[in-house]
């Protein structure tokens, strides 16, 4: 299925929301991550499903002064 990550156009053969994070190489990175300008809880990507055109955002922390 086609889908935005971050903004780029990219297929993905993910049904959930943690596995585009597995296929990502995310794995159990600390992170957030919305779908459709919607939070989604790390507790909620396994049974949240991605259809084709979603939007997904994952935003990683930084650290820094």
């Not at 995310?26 to 990507?45: I, W």
Request: hydrophobic share 35%.
């Amino acid at each position: 299925m086609k889908i935005t990550l971050n903004g780029t156009t990219r297929e993905s053969g993910a049904d959930t929301l943690a596995g585009l994070l597995d296929e990502m190489g995310y794995g159990d990175v600390k992170l957030a991550t919305a779908v459709n300008e919607e939070f989604v809880p790390a507790a909620n990507r396994a049974a949240h499903r991605l259809s084709d055109g979603d939007r997904i955002e994952i935003v990683t922390p930084r650290q820094g002064g």
